[in-house]
């Protein structure tokens, strides 16, 4: 994470147990979130991989519920691009790379995956135990929120990757997270360098900030 996770929760107070992470890979975060109290986590990955790796890593772990997909505005399939070994899979995005190509040319998109899409709305599991959404999804963030109406209604906090550039084809810019989330506000921006046009932010629902 570009923001330190510790220090967001103890700046904004935020007391959640429940985190659903879109993208998570091999759900490196795991030990921050249980150093922060949260209890009950939905790890979300489209890539089998990586999707092996945290089945391996969590799938005897009753607080934890692992789903082997991508999430956006509708169901189905799509290939998603994929990059070699050095890169992890991390760069790996439903979306045709851009501008990251310029940026990172040490990341070679040289594949792709055939992967299930869901709307998160649709995943079998009960929404109202979670309280913060963290998106980690290459330029796809507003495919995954407007796929997520329902799930929203839940959330009170979201930790999530965004852009100002066309890293990838089509990608969400930070506005549009913005605008499609009108009931937050974005309290936190960090960007990876003056020269990439890409980082993350935080957003609270803006009822918890009046309080």
Same mark, same amino acid.
């Given at each position: ?19 659903? @992470?879109?993208?998570? *890979?091999?759900?490196?975060? &795991? ?6 109290? =949260?209890? +009950? #986590? ?57 501008? @990251?190509?310029?940026? *990172?040319?040490?990341?070679? &998109? ?6 299930? =899409?869901? +709307? #998160? ?91």
């Amino acid at each position: 994470m570009l923001l330190n996770i510790h220090e967001l929760f103890a700046r904004y107070k935020v007391q959640v147990t429940g985190v659903i @992470h879109v993208g998570a *890979h091999w759900g490196q975060e &795991f030990e921050a979130y249980s150093f922060l109290g =949260v209890e +009950k #986590l939905v790890f979300i990955e489209p890539c089998q991989a990586a999707f092996q790796i945290l089945l391996n890593k969590f799938s005897n772990n009753p607080n934890i519920k692992l789903f082997n997909c991508a999430c956006g505005q509708i169901s189905g399939t799509s290939a998603m691009f994929t990059t070699g070994p050095a890169n992890q899979g991390m760069s790996n995005s439903l979306l045709q790379p851009k501008v @990251h190509l310029i940026q *990172h040319p040490r990341v070679i &998109f040289n594949g792709t995956e055939m992967v299930n =899409v869901k +709307k #998160l709305d649709d995943l079998e599991f009960d929404k109202t135990e979670y309280g913060l959404l963290n998106m980690d999804c290459q330029g796809f963030e507003d495919r995954v929120l407007i796929g997520a109406k329902k799930t929203l209604k839940s959330i009170d906090y979201v930790y999530t990757e965004v852009n100002r550039m066309e890293m990838y084809e089509g990608n969400a810019m930070i506005e549009d997270i913005d605008r499609i989330l009108s009931d937050f506000q974005r309290v936190e921006t960090g960007w990876a360098s003056d020269h990439h046009g890409w980082g993350e932010a935080m957003y609270i629902r803006k009822t918890i900030l009046q309080q």
